[in-house]
């Protein structure tokens, strides 16, 4: 029996938090037969490949790759998923254990086929929420690459998975900034307004540490801008 929820989790030197990512998928309070879990180790340099060798859990597949960057270990993923919805964690954020029971009575309820809720933010031990910029229109998506804000954050989307493999949406290769935002700006316009939602909960919990890629930097937000645009101009197109 296929799974109805498969959470795809890019691993890339988290030796410190991807346990405690996983752990908080398999805590759900939400049916264990419904779920699996995808770790692709990016090539890690670290224990992190260690670490996913021992757990012992059907629901985990963990499968190893050279290191690619975030977005050719999140498509790896999604070919190998297997179940109705797709979600995405990274490997040091976590979920609130109620987060997939929350996201699915959403989407019930609602006749959705793709919702992102809120997030909180840490750092240095210090957890706040984080306001959220929605998307309203098609202006938004310019607003937004304009900006440094954030808007969904990538740990806090459920999507049917036939909006990805219908109209071949993916992670742009090489991209590892606003490759985030140009993607689900795609499932949200394939998707269409009247099936998209937001659940105004706050369920996951997005953990910045030193030496991610969202590391405030001025040589990093250089390339961040630079990214950003591109990520921009390709969703223009899309949309066209």
């Not at 799974?3 to 998928?25: D, F």
């Not at 790896?76 to 109620?98: Q, R, T």
């Not at 992102?116 to 310019?142: A, I, Q, S």
Request: net charge negative.
């Amino acid at each position: 029996m296929h799974p109805e929820v498969s959470v795809i989790i890019p691993a890339y030197n988290v030796q410190y938090h991807i346990l405690s990512t996983i752990n908080s998928v398999l805590s759900q309070d939400y049916p264990k037969e419904k779920v699996e879990i995808i770790v692709i180790n990016d090539g890690s340099t670290d224990n992190t490949a260690g670490i996913l060798f021992g757990i012992d859990d059907s629901r985990v597949k963990i499968i190893n790759k050279e290191n690619g960057g975030v977005s050719s270990a999140r498509n790896l993923g999604l070919l190998h998923a297997e179940g109705k919805f797709v979600s995405f964690l990274d490997g040091d954020d976590i979920w609130s254990s109620n987060f997939l029971r929350e996201m699915m009575k959403y989407i019930s309820e609602n006749n959705c086929r793709a919702i992102g809720c809120l997030f909180n933010m840490e750092t240095d031990g210090f957890t706040t929420p984080k306001k959220t910029k929605l998307p309203v229109d098609n202006d938004f998506y310019l607003w937004y690459f304009s900006t440094i804000g954030m808007t969904i954050n990538t740990n806090s989307w459920l999507i049917e998975k036939n909006i990805i493999n219908t109209n071949n949406i993916i992670f742009t290769d090489g991209c590892d900034f606003g490759e985030d935002t140009e993607f689900f700006s795609k499932v949200i316009i394939k998707a269409g307004a009247d099936k998209f939602g937001v659940l105004n909960q706050y369920l996951t919990t997005y953990r910045q540490r030193k030496g991610s890629l969202t590391e405030p930097g001025e040589v990093m937000s250089i390339l961040k801008k630079k990214m950003y645009f591109h990520a921009y101009s390709r969703t223009l197109e899309y949309m066209t």
